[in-house]
């Protein structure tokens, strides 16, 4: 009875108690956002292929719930961080810039939720003519992207966003994706988050 009384009153089976009953709390109110679910965020940051190096960083947020069934698993609003995942230049006689973007977490009460979705990823316009264009490893915003002021081969060229604030953009052979610029993703993965 007196070495029970005292694994009672031990400080860490006391925490690890506590650890054990906040993780079971937790659990019960988690959900799971099936893969393939779309994410459409608005980019915080400005990125651009000609000053942003593969790795770093870049926050946006939600633009509208995140769901899963009738469940709000993330609200519109939410910081949701990626990185850069491939950022090169055109070179000066031939090739294309290109940019290819990845969402890494959503913040949800001040916690980070690791998810992993599919790549968004933009090819510039070469350097011996040619639009920018929209690569197939993202997915539907920004998908057509046309030139703009007659000129295709290095004209600015935008991605077209349904509601409308500023989409990509390539000026010259760079690729540069403003502050405010809607992009779309899909979870490549279950992503498990806390449901509401």
Not at 83 to 103: D, F, K, N, V
Request: charged share 15%.
């Amino acid at each position: 009875m007196t070495n029970l009384f005292k694994f009672r009153k031990s400080p860490a089976a006391t925490l690890l108690l506590l650890i054990c009953a906040a993780t079971a709390w937790a659990q019960q109110g988690m959900v799971t956002v099936p893969a393939g679910t779309r994410l459409l965020v608005r980019m915080v940051d400005s990125i651009g292929s000609g000053r942003n190096r593969a790795g770093t960083l870049f926050t946006a947020r939600l633009e509208t719930n995140l769901m899963t069934g009738n469940t709000v698993a993330a609200p519109a609003g939410a910081v949701v961080h990626g990185r850069i995942i491939q950022s090169s230049g055109a070179g000066r006689a031939a090739g294309r810039s290109e940019l290819s973007l990845e969402l890494t977490d959503i913040v949800i009460n001040n916690t980070r939720f690791p998810i992993l979705s599919n790549d968004y990823s933009v090819q510039g316009a070469n350097a011996l003519g040619g639009t920018a264009r929209r690569t197939a490893g993202g997915a539907g915003l920004g998908a057509v992207i046309g030139a703009i002021g007659g000129n295709a081969g290095r004209g600015a060229a935008i991605g077209a966003a349904g509601g409308g604030a500023s989409s990509l953009i390539s000026r010259g052979e760079q690729i540069n994706i403003p502050s405010g610029t809607l992009l779309e993703f899909r979870l490549q993965q279950p992503a498990s988050l806390p449901g509401r």
